[in-house]
């Protein structure tokens, strides 16, 4: 084969990727609010966040912090929002690139999101409950050291996600491969995969409507920056989670799914025997507990967690 049609052949190759590239980009459709509510938005360090509160303000503030992995976003809780806000004021926020908030090619790490829970926390809110699923949970833990915290409910926190690979990261990030390789991991049938193998028991309750949004969300400018870092390990925490909440006095409960296997319940049970936390076990559940079984999860927080009586202030 002449050299020269290898390159046409190479060029066509990459045209067609390029032109693959931005047609997904383009079929992305605005990035609606999926939560009951008021939408606000709160700059931090020039980036701006979108947030969303439901609920009375004189009832106890409760922020909840979605998971981390493509196409993320507060659209995670849509099951339980409504239902919280019957008891709690209710924030429910994107984290930095991710969902409704902006997402620029920053470096994303742990200690940043660490940063972001606790400066909102302080402005925003008012000694909340914090309800962090998944690697957020080690964001909430390294903020509550240095803000006022009500209480933490962790469900399937994840300290350790998988070896830092800064390779990763730097090969995600490139204009042609990393946007076409980002593509391939934020396809719906890998969405819908991660949701099937780790996010719930029952594959039936995966909707189309969730797979969507998690794939518009997916598809949004500068969308694959922070699951990056992620998928590098960049965002894992650099302490021990059980040394860290041994040393916490904010009351804390681990939340689990039974047949969790991304981060098995046993590893629920070694966290909570070696700091001394309380474990709740959801049956029939795997990593989103909350939303396959909202009904069980709101019961168990409106039994557990302190609440206004009608007509209290804070």
């Known amino acids: 084969m002449k050299a020269r049609t290898v390159l046409g052949a190479a060029l066509g190759t990459v045209g067609g990727v390029v032109l693959g590239n931005r047609l997904l980009k383009r079929r992305a459709s605005d990035?609606?609010?999926?939560?009951?509510?008021?939408?606000?938005?709160?700059?931090?360090?020039?980036?701006?966040?979108?947030?969303?509160?439901?609920?009375?303000?004189?009832?106890?503030?409760?922020?909840?912090?979605?998971?981390?992995?493509?196409?993320?976003?507060?659209?995670?809780?849509?099951?339980?929002?409504?239902?919280?806000?019957?008891?709690?004021?209710?924030?429910?926020?994107?984290?930095?690139?991710?969902?409704?908030?902006?997402?620029?090619?920053?470096?994303?790490?742990?200690?940043?999101?660490?940063?972001?829970v606790r400066d909102f926390a302080d402005e925003i809110t008012d000694e909340p409950i914090v309800v962090a699923s998944s690697l957020s949970g080690t964001f909430a833990v390294d903020a509550a050291g240095e803000t006022g915290l009500e209480r933490l409910v962790l469900i399937c926190p994840a300290d350790e996600t998988t070896d830092e690979r800064p390779w990763v990261r730097t090969l995600l990030r490139t204009p042609i491969v990393g946007t076409t390789l980002y593509n391939l991991l934020a396809s719906k049938p890998s969405i819908r995969y991660f949701y099937d193998r780790d996010g719930y028991y029952d594959a039936d309750r995966i909707s189309a409507a969730e797979v969507d949004y998690a794939w518009d969300s997916a598809h949004q400018s500068g969308a694959r920056y922070a699951p990056a870092s992620f998928a590098a390990g960049a965002l894992d925490p650099d302490f021990d989670l059980a040394t860290e909440l041994a040393a916490l006095e904010i009351p804390t409960t681990l939340v689990w799914g039974r047949d969790a296997e991304l981060?098995?319940?046993?590893?629920?049970?070694?966290?909570?025997?070696?700091?001394?936390?309380?474990?709740?076990?959801?049956?029939?559940?795997?990593?989103?507990?909350?939303?396959?079984?909202?009904?069980?999860?709101?019961?168990?927080?409106?039994?557990?967690?302190?609440?206004?009586d009608a007509g209290s202030s804070k």
């Open 31 to 116: 990035l609606e609010n999926p939560l009951v509510g008021i939408e606000r938005t709160y700059r931090w360090r020039g980036i701006e966040t979108t947030y969303t509160v439901a609920g009375d303000p004189n009832d106890p503030d409760m922020l909840l912090l979605h998971g981390v992995y493509a196409g993320a976003s507060s659209h995670e809780f849509e099951p339980i929002v409504e239902r919280l806000a019957e008891n709690y004021h209710v924030y429910a926020v994107d984290l930095p690139g991710f969902g409704r908030s902006e997402r620029p090619p920053l470096v994303y790490s742990g200690a940043l999101y660490g940063e972001f």
């Open 263 to 308: 981060v098995p319940l046993r590893e629920g049970r070694n966290l909570a025997e070696a700091a001394d936390l309380d474990l709740v076990v959801v049956d029939y559940a795997t990593q989103l507990p909350h939303a396959e079984h909202p009904d069980t999860f709101v019961e168990y927080l409106s039994a557990e967690l302190p609440r206004a």
